[in-house]
């Protein structure tokens, strides 16, 4: 396992599963930690400092990421501007060389199970298991599983798309302590600011710039994840090409303040619809597959292709459920460098990077 053969001293092991457990919200230790989100279209970084039950946001930050110069070129003048006072970050991963899967298994003890895992792995993964890095986790409040049954979620992230990410940043003399997955990062987030999604079935969803990515918790456990090809890049390009409209101007339709009536809102609902119905084919398969669930409470939603305008509205309105949109920062306090209403726009894009600086608090 990578916390054991990496040479670059960073762990995956137990960190990259810990939020599929239903633990208690994180609590805080005297401390400092960066969460680093390097995205396709935006790098989101912060740093948050404890001390006893106290988690102050110091800095946080967003830049947009430029094809053409090197990433660690770019974190390094971005951790400099952002006034960062660490070197160490934890880094997450998404998207290609990432799977997470929700099998069930003939009951056995975790013993039994532990032994047998890397014989069984390989056959639920698209690659090979020399190289991924594997964790699972005995999910004892299953609805799905029965008394002769246990559901475990086997989670891999291909070990050369990690090693990948750790080598660009290393460049810039960032040390990487703590690898993550996107979506777990969020959830720990989310966690934090809403603790009573623990007593419920919630689904949280991150639009993103290049895709779209739901979760659905039971009880404060991973229950389904679902990456959707379709983020906030493809929208803007639907909505230049069917407006024939430059590329800034689709990206200030897409994220005006309100669309009234006619040909811009038309354009934006018809192309959201199609990532509606995915993610209402993904809400219908998570009920079928566990049948004695409650219904979902509440969806959650972030990041940046979130900000448009009609979004929530029409997505409530498309799944018949409430959404409400969040503040990963409500229940930390804010460092001499931030303020509420400053920090407002940032909001939609920090639910990754805070995830991820309070894995290691």
């Given at each position: 396992?990578?916390?054991?053969?990496?040479?670059?001293?960073?762990?995956?092991?137990?960190?990259?599963?810990s939020?599929?457990?239903?633990?208690?919200?994180p609590?805080?230790k005297?401390g400092?930690?960066?969460?680093?989100?390097?995205?396709?279209?935006?790098?989101?970084?912060c740093?948050?400092?404890?001390?006893?039950?106290?988690?102050?946001?110091?800095?946080?930050?967003r830049?947009e990421?430029?094809?053409a110069?090197?990433?660690?070129?770019q974190?390094k003048?971005?951790c400099?501007?952002?006034?960062?006072?660490?070197k160490?970050?934890n880094?997450?991963?998404?998207?290609y060389?990432?799977?997470?899967?929700?099998l069930i298994?003939?009951?056995?003890?975790?013993?039994?199970?532990?032994?047998s895992?890397?014989?069984?792995?390989?056959?639920?993964?698209?690659?090979?298991?020399?190289?991924?890095?594997?964790?699972?986790?005995?999910?004892?409040q299953?609805?799905r599983?029965?008394e002769?049954?246990?559901?475990v979620?086997?989670?891999a992230?291909?070990?050369?798309?990690?090693?990948?990410?750790?080598?660009?940043?290393?460049?810039?003399?960032?040390?990487?302590?703590?690898?993550d997955?996107?979506?777990?990062?969020?959830?720990?987030?989310?966690?934090?600011?809403?603790?009573?999604m623990?007593?419920?079935?919630?689904?949280?969803?991150?639009?993103?710039?290049?895709?779209?990515?739901?979760?659905?918790?039971e009880?404060g456990?991973?229950?389904?994840?679902?990456?959707?090809?379709?983020?906030?890049?493809?929208?803007?390009?639907?909505i230049?090409?069917?407006?024939?409209?430059?590329?800034?101007?689709?990206?200030?339709?897409?994220?005006?303040?309100?669309?009234?009536?006619?040909?811009q809102r038309?354009?934006?609902?018809?192309?959201?619809?199609?990532l509606?119905?995915?993610?209402?084919?993904?809400?219908?398969?998570?009920?079928?597959?566990?049948?004695n669930v409650?219904?979902?409470?509440?969806f959650?939603?972030?990041?940046g292709?979130?900000?448009?305008?009609?979004?929530s509205?029409?997505?409530g309105?498309?799944?018949?459920?409430?959404?409400?949109?969040?503040?990963p920062?409500?229940?930390?306090?804010?460092?001499?460098?931030?303020?509420?209403e400053?920090?407002?726009?940032?909001?939609?894009?920090?639910p990754?990077?805070?995830?991820?600086?309070?894995r290691?608090l």
């Amino acid at each position: 396992l990578l916390a054991g053969k990496c040479e670059y001293g960073f762990f995956m092991l137990m960190q990259l599963i810990s939020k599929l457990r239903a633990a208690k919200p994180p609590r805080a230790k005297a401390g400092r930690s960066i969460g680093l989100n390097i995205g396709k279209a935006n790098i989101v970084g912060c740093e948050i400092a404890s001390q006893g039950d106290q988690v102050t946001l110091e800095h946080c930050g967003r830049a947009e990421v430029r094809a053409a110069e090197p990433v660690a070129d770019q974190l390094k003048k971005f951790c400099g501007e952002m006034g960062f006072q660490s070197k160490e970050v934890n880094l997450s991963i998404k998207g290609y060389g990432v799977v997470i899967r929700f099998l069930i298994f003939p009951k056995m003890t975790p013993e039994e199970f532990a032994s047998s895992i890397q014989f069984e792995a390989e056959k639920y993964l698209p690659f090979s298991i020399s190289e991924v890095v594997l964790d699972y986790h005995i999910n004892a409040q299953s609805s799905r599983a029965d008394e002769n049954s246990m559901e475990v979620i086997l989670v891999a992230a291909k070990r050369a798309e990690v090693e990948k990410l750790v080598k660009s940043v290393e460049p810039s003399g960032l040390r990487v302590k703590a690898v993550d997955l996107d979506i777990f990062a969020c959830i720990n987030a989310l966690e934090f600011s809403v603790p009573e999604m623990k007593e419920q079935v919630i689904g949280f969803v991150d639009f993103g710039a290049g895709d779209t990515t739901l979760c659905i918790c039971e009880q404060g456990t991973v229950a389904f994840s679902r990456d959707i090809a379709f983020g906030g890049n493809d929208l803007t390009a639907l909505i230049r090409r069917k407006l024939n409209v430059s590329q800034e101007e689709a990206y200030r339709i897409q994220h005006s303040a309100s669309l009234p009536e006619g040909e811009q809102r038309a354009v934006v609902e018809v192309a959201l619809d199609r990532l509606f119905q995915e993610l209402k084919l993904s809400l219908n398969y998570f009920y079928n597959q566990h049948q004695n669930v409650t219904a979902v409470s509440c969806f959650y939603i972030s990041g940046g292709f979130s900000q448009c305008s009609v979004l929530s509205e029409l997505l409530g309105s498309r799944i018949e459920v409430p959404v409400k949109k969040w503040d990963p920062t409500e229940k930390m306090s804010l460092g001499p460098a931030l303020n509420r209403e400053a920090l407002k726009p940032l909001i939609p894009f920090l639910p990754v990077s805070i995830g991820l600086a309070l894995r290691t608090l």
